[in-house]
């Protein structure tokens, strides 16, 4: 079992930047590869960004690449998204996922074994 929990989420302009964090505990954090995926009212969860086990490895959606950041730091047990030039568009709930699956599709929330509860993120404009 992963307990994430995610924080640093907030009310920010339209340009401005947050960095949101996830803390995992109960298991090997570096068994892990690690997503964020974030879901607006009326819509369904949307991938973000992700990465491999070891931090070497990036993905980002098109919408967000560019902008977003993901790192990791294993020492910590933690997981980042640094995000620049915020649009209202990228207001949403962002979750943090823990994914134990080798050669596993990160894009996809199927691909996802623990999650977090999310944390709120409003771009105003």
């Known amino acids: 079992q992963v307990q994430l929990v995610e924080s640093g989420g907030g009310l920010v302009q339209a340009g401005g930047s947050l960095r949101l964090s996830c803390a995992a505990s109960?298991?090997?954090?570096?068994?892990?590869?690690m997503g964020w995926f974030r879901q607006a009212p009326g819509k369904e969860r949307e991938f973000v960004a992700a990465?491999?086990?070891?931090?070497?490895?990036?993905y980002y959606a098109d919408s967000v690449k560019g902008r977003f950041t993901i790192s990791r730091d294993n020492a910590k047990n933690t997981v980042y998204l640094q995000m620049n030039s915020l649009k209202p568009e990228d207001t949403a709930v962002y979750y943090c996922a823990a994914s134990r699956a080798y050669g596993g599709v990160l894009y996809l929330t199927g691909s996802y074994d623990y999650w977090g509860q999310g944390t709120q993120v409003t771009v105003s404009s």
């Open positions: 109960g298991r090997t954090f570096s068994n892990y590869a």
């Open positions: 990465t491999g086990r070891s931090g070497a490895n990036t």
